[in-house]
């Protein structure tokens, strides 16, 4: 056992594993994020999307924990859900949270990251 005075500094986040828990899925299309009471719009696109939130390049970022009415929009069809600023970061954009999203617009998000997920398949290596 070693019993040695020094020990390595600790960091922050350092004893959890430097991974997601979902994949993130590099989609860029147009986005919409509209905060109800205030009607505060912060428009741009998507860099990346999972099932439960997505990334916005925006010139305007909203506050952090905001909840926003989130549209974005590709190749005609459109996915809307309610969302919470849960990171913002001037030149970068905000990371927005999923929730109380309708089984419907579910289906949308899903088809568009399997049509991603199928075209990065077909490539060839």
């Not at 020990?7 to 109800?36: C, D, H, M, Q, W």
């Not at 970022?61 to 600023?85: D, H």
């Not at 089984?103 to 088809?111: A, G, S, V």
């Amino acid at each position: 056992m070693d019993r040695s005075p020094f020990k390595p500094p600790v960091t922050a986040g350092g004893r959890f594993p430097n991974r997601r828990s979902l994949p993130r899925y590099t989609i860029v299309a147009l986005v919409e994020v509209v905060e109800p009471v205030s009607q505060a719009r912060a428009d741009g696109w998507t860099s990346t999307i999972s099932d439960t939130g997505c990334h916005v390049r925006a010139a305007n970022l909203l506050p952090l924990g905001e909840i926003v009415q989130l549209k974005i929009e590709r190749e005609g069809q459109r996915f809307q859900t309610w969302a919470r600023v849960a990171s913002a970061v001037p030149d970068e954009g905000m990371g927005l949270a999923f929730f109380d999203t309708d089984p419907e617009q579910r289906k949308t998000l899903k088809r568009w990251m399997d049509e991603f997920e199928n075209s990065q398949n077909s490539k060839p290596s």
